[in-house]
């Protein structure tokens, strides 16, 4: 499973995305590859297979059988994986604050 967010993600947790503006922050930290992760895999042989939601995902995984090696590439936003993280930190700081 390659999740991509075209390179940099990991660096909108860090406390420089709030404090730069977000040009400047793409600029230093942003790292876009534009790599196209199906057609890279392609190449080599391997089966690539785009997802586009869960229930893709889901029927992708449930089909794998014995295929051998395949790639299922999910395109996910930077922004969109950062407000994930922060809301699943608060349901989880909010379930222990309750014990």
Avoid: C, K, M, W
């Amino acid at each position: 499973v390659v999740v991509d967010n075209d390179g940099g993600g990991i660096f909108h947790f860090l406390p420089q995305h709030g404090a730069l503006p977000t040009e400047r922050f793409e600029q230093l930290y942003g790292t876009p590859h534009g790599i196209d992760a199906v057609a890279l895999a392609t190449v080599h042989g391997i089966e690539a297979l785009p997802v586009g939601s869960v229930v893709e995902f889901d029927d992708h995984l449930r089909r794998a059988g014995d295929r051998g090696v395949r790639l299922l590439h999910v395109r996910t936003d930077r922004g969109a994986n950062v407000a994930v993280h922060a809301a699943l930190n608060d349901a989880i700081v909010s379930a222990l604050d309750r014990r």
